[in-house]
């Protein structure tokens, strides 16, 4: 039961925030703050002027913005580790290739070395 609950929590939360982090939102938020600035600039009071800004136009579309901002700066991220991943993957490819070139040259060069060494011995052997 309580994995159901947690899944549907889960999703929900997707839901609300992929909603809430539009620029679509943001427009709306600040429709709806934008209802309440007549009244606030009505009083002429500054410090309800002040906190009309602080507590309702920046919170409510300041929100939605930023999360905006936070899914480019994450694309953007992801784009660089797909890359760097895809980069890596080629090294890789290339560092399997090198080895496999060393390890066919170290097999020629002791092939090359055994047969010197038998030359080496012959001389030796004719000359004693």
Known sequence: MLEKVNSFNTKLAAKITSGVSTMWCAYAFALI???SLPAALKTGDLIIIVAWVAQTFLQLVLLSIIMVGQNVSSAAVEQKINETHTASLGEFELAKESREQNRKEITELRKISKEIHE???R???STK
């Open 119 to 121: 030359v080496l011995k």
């Open 33 to 35: 703050a934008l209802i």
């Open 123 to 125: 001389i030796e052997s």
